[in-house]
């Protein structure tokens, strides 16, 4: 397995008529990692939701290496090497932690799932308690090393920092970057958190209202102040 790189152009969709995402061009390198960034409601989830085939498509291409993922349905894009960490950490609350990993597995053998336990040792510990009884820390590190069994050459995380305290954001951090620097995958981040979001991507996309209203290297939009301030500042 190794990384796949992502190339959308004149992507519009939105859900039925309703058009959100307008126009969108976007390129990530295989191996790339890239923060999605914006304000609540600017299509960041949506755009995710698109690429995994869950959205009304109206126009554009989207492009994982040579395969056009627009002609595949969600669950054979999936196949095809996309993973998506949803928002809302969908677990199974009442499987163990060891059910819920064995759900991501696909066809590969139950031994894989020490790679999970590898990644975030806290799940090892946590193997046989309910998926209901983790803290949101945990649940969240459980949903990411489900899908990453399931050997993603292109993942998507949505927000898994959200209401998180900061050491368990540093060790997700930590480990989404471990991941990257494994050349097995490419990975596309939104965070609300722009230093964990500046620290670990090369490249950014801002999005507002629908549209890319600013890209460039992290480099780049953190020595221009006006430009975070006017896309994601608090109080506009
Ligand atoms: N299932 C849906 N049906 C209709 N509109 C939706 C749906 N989900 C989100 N939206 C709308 O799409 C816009 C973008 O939302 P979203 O992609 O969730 O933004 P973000 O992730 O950047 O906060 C918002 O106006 C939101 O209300
Ligand atoms: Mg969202």
Redesign the pocket.
Known sequence: MSAASLNITGLTA??SQ?R?LEGIDLSVPAGGKIAIL??????????F?TIAGQTRRHAGQIMMDDTDLTALDGAARARAGLGLVP?NRAIFRSLTVEENLATGLKDRPRSAIDEAYALFPRLAERRRNMGGQLSGGEQQMLTTARTILGQPRLLML?EPLEGLAPVICDALMEAFTQLAASGQMTILL?EQRLKAAFDFADHIVI?ER?QVAWQGTSDALQSDPATVERLLGVGH
């Open positions: 939105g859900y309703t959100i914006g304000r609540n409601g600017m299509g960041k989830t949506t755009l939701a928002q949505d939104v999005l629908g």
